[in-house]
């Protein structure tokens, strides 16, 4: 039986080839850092998601390394079963005060947290109103429930509107968005987002994968950024980007919203829990963020650096205020061409192209992070003078 199969898979993967957009892996033998080692060389990296440089942080490792003495290993059970320990209950109530909600579920990843949730709390009479552009895993969430689904065109306030006139007959109505997104760097508009809300009573989900630990005065993502955390209802996250960067994610809620999802998410009961040693890192890494004022500063001012001295050399940047920043290309062929010309530099870096990003925004997604020198920023921006003119 596998032959056909084998040969129908070689053809989709052939497919895939041709099309150009196969996904390669790089292989990095360092851990990660604003430096890493691939095929035996020092690279300056440009492409994760450490914003904050909390990766590989000694006190992250030495905290992880004590609970792995105190809490052992794995914890062999989802937690309603046997899988519930001090740590968890510690973690959720530190984020939980962190994002000024009233209660916190932690996932095994915000992969799952944003599947999970939908399918709970939307039902068949129900309204699902997205952007666009939300990432996978809403998407995939929002497919999982009964709820009607609306679309609007990304951050286009005037489309969100027109959705939420158009599903005013639904019992329950959930607004969701990212914060960040994450191909260009743009922040949702959430004070417009949140007034549309209560103008047509609805509620607010924010996913604030790219923001949480670095946007807002004490880092607790774009809705402190914008001040307005009393107005969002539901926000989801994940600990594998800014806060150490390993694995697992949360919803921060209202306290009956994730009273509920203790009871009914499929992802929180049905799998494992967060690893002891991953939710210890994380409980470190929230302490680093919390007095991480001088980290976040560093970040918004390295990113602010690369974008003046890009800019001053005439190169094309999505504009915005992210650590993320787009370095676009008129071609793909362009984009594909400069990124090997940046591996060859030392820089490690990745280009974008359709389908990812639309036919014509070719990219080179730089992400810049707390763990860059002023030096570092400044050789990445002298390898793409260099680079720019490869074909
Ligand atoms: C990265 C990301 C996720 C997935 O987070 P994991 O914890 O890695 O599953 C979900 N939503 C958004 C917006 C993200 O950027």
Redesign the pocket.
């Known amino acids: 039986m596998y032959k056909d199969i084998r040969e129908q898979l070689i053809s989709e993967l052939s497919e895939i080839e041709k099309a150009g957009t196969t996904k390669s892996e790089t292989e990095i033998t360092s851990a990660q850092g604003s430096h890493v080692t691939i095929d035996g060389k020092l690279f300056l990296n440009f492409c994760s998601?450490n914003y904050l440089g909390l990766s590989n942080h000694p006190e992250i490792i030495a905290a992880v390394k004590i609970s792995l003495d105190e809490h052992g290993y794995g914890l062999s059970s989802v937690r309603f079963i046997c899988g519930t320990q001090d740590l968890h209950l510690e973690l959720e109530a530190k984020l939980t005060k962190f994002l000024s909600q009233e209660s916190t579920i932690l996932f095994p990843?915000?992969?799952?947290a944003?599947g999970g949730i939908f399918e709970v709390l939307m039902k068949e009479e129900d309204a699902i109103i997205s952007d666009e552009l939300n990432?996978a895993?809403?998407i995939d969430g929002i497919r999982l429930s009964k709820a009607k689904r609306y679309r609007y065109k990304n951050r286009d306030m005037a489309d969100l509107e027109a959705q939420l006139i158009e599903s005013q007959s639904a019992r329950r109505r959930l607004i969701v968005t990212?914060g960040v997104f994450?191909m260009d760097g743009y922040l949702a508009p959430l004070p417009e987002i949140c007034s549309l809300a209560a103008k047509y009573n609805a509620l607010v989900m924010v996913?604030d994968?790219?923001a949480v630990g670095f946007f807002g005065a004490t880092g607790a993502g774009t809705p402190e950024h914008f001040g307005v955390s009393d107005q969002v209802d539901i926000i989801?996250g994940?600990?594998?980007?800014a806060l150490g960067g390993a694995?697992?994610?949360y919803i921060s809620a209202r306290k009956e919203i994730v009273d509920i999802l203790r009871q009914k998410a499929r992802p929180y009961l049905f799998s494992n829990s967060v690893p002891p040693s991953v939710v210890s890192g994380s409980l470190k890494a929230l302490e680093l963020v919390s007095a991480g004022g001088s980290l976040r500063a560093t970040l918004h001012s390295n990113a602010r650096l690369f974008r003046t001295l890009m800019e001053a050399e005439g190169f094309v940047l999505q504009h915005g205020q992210h650590p993320i920043i787009p370095v676009m290309f008129e071609s793909e062929a362009d984009a594909v061409a400069c990124a090997k010309g940046l591996h060859a530099e030392g820089i490690h870096a990745v280009a974008f192209s359709y389908p990812v990003v639309p036919l014509g925004k070719a990219r080179i997604r730089i992400q810049i992070s707390a763990e860059h020198t002023e030096l570092d920023i400044r050789a990445c921006v002298k390898a793409f003078i260099i680079a720019r003119s490869c074909k």
């Open positions: 998601n990843s915000c992969f799952d944003n990432h895993s809403i990212d994450s996913d994968s790219h989801s994940t600990l594998g980007k694995s697992g994610g």
